[in-house]
């Protein structure tokens, strides 16, 4: 909850301090329980599913190819201005 969040951040200074904390380090933190550090532990230490890797990768290339093709039309505009402007001399 917000407020565990809140103590780890302070306990911790970063998230990534957080994920790389030990069980025992999630321990002295105030207000998380035994239960609460292990589940926290093995979540910073699960694999993500197989489905939601793939459906990240497929977001990833898309984005990719949208940006390459942006890039392209951005090159083909540039070159386009360039012969005009070699017309216009």
Excluded at 26 to 48: D, M
């Amino acid at each position: 909850n917000k407020t565990d969040a809140g103590q780890l951040l302070n306990q911790f200074g970063c998230w990534k301090n957080i994920v790389g904390a030990s069980v025992d380090e999630l321990s002295v933190c105030p207000g998380l329980g035994p239960k609460k550090v292990r589940r926290l532990y093995e979540a910073f230490r699960k694999p993500f599913s197989r489905e939601a890797a793939k459906r990240r990768k497929e977001r990833e290339k898309d984005a990719n190819e949208r940006e390459d093709s942006k890039n392209v039309d951005d090159d083909n505009k540039q070159v386009t201005e360039g012969d005009d402007k070699k017309a216009s001399a």
